[in-house]
């Protein structure tokens, strides 16, 4: 009775043990007040002529307008996370292939922006672009959550762009939805994509793994580094 005892006790404390492991650790916000002090550097830094369309400073994406903490057009990542950029970045480059970023470090107050914003059932000025098959109350969780690994500076948005030659205009591939498009169809492996978009999907999916980013599933163009720096520290100084 008495082993019993013990040994039930001991299972319990193991369940125990097992929970608080498994239970996801608060994120720490950080008291940086700018990037640099974040310890983010701009992409730009290491690629002068990566191509950008950062969509949250301006009133081109889903909520339609610029959106908090973004004071100008930039793309801040963890020094880890750019220089892994830069090596997708340039091995695309031999295939005639490159990049283009729509987003990397976003700050906290953006994220916060998000939430308001998909708790206003009344604004439903963007959901034929973005969000046409889905109820906005949807959208929390899976698309919009209240804290973001963007906000830890390892994480980016972007697509492919071919490059045919010196004298043409680089040109995005077909990847079968557009950025922020919240829907089934921008799931990665989507049976809807065409085999062509696919193949395009994957393509950027195998260059970006090359350098150790794994992408999340339900958007085609959202990547985050494995080996994150900072993982459980959160940042709120804006883009600038």
């Known amino acids: 009775m008495i082993a019993a005892r013990v040994s039930a006790w001991a299972i319990a404390c193991a369940a125990l043990v097992a929970a608080c492991a498994s239970s996801p650790r608060v994120p720490v916000l950080s008291s940086a007040t700018t990037p640099a002090a974040a310890g983010l550097i701009d992409i730009r830094t290491l690629l002068p002529d990566i191509v ?3 969509r949250y ?29 830069q090596h997708v970045e340039l091995a695309l480059r031999r295939d005639h292939l490159r990049l283009k970023i729509w987003d990397c470090y976003r700050p906290v107050r953006a994220v916060r922006q998000f939430v308001r914003w998909a708790n206003d059932t009344s604004d439903q000025r963007t959901k034929a672009t973005h969000y ?46 557009d950025f922020d498009f919240f829907d089934p169809l921008a799931h990665t492996d989507s049976p809807r994509a065409t085999p062509a978009q696919h193949a395009n999907r994957v393509r950027l999916r195998a260059a970006m793994m090359e350098q150790g980013f794994a992408n ?13 720096p900072t993982p459980q520290t959160i940042h709120d100084a804006p883009v600038q």
């Open 57 to 85: 400073a301006g009133r081109d994406n889903f909520v339609g307008t610029p959106i908090d903490g973004y004071l100008a057009p930039r793309c801040y990542l963890l020094r880890p996370a750019a220089e892994a950029l």
């Open 132 to 177: 046409p098959n889905l109820d906005k109350r949807a959208l929390l969780g899976d698309y919009i959550a209240p804290v973001s690994g963007h906000s830890r500076g390892a994480t980016v948005d972007l697509t492919l762009l071919q490059c045919l030659g010196p004298e043409h205009a680089c040109i995005p591939l077909d990847m079968g939805t």
């Open 52 to 54: 950008e369309d950062i």
């Open 216 to 228: 999340y599933a339900q958007e085609w163009w959202h990547y985050t580094l494995s080996a994150e």
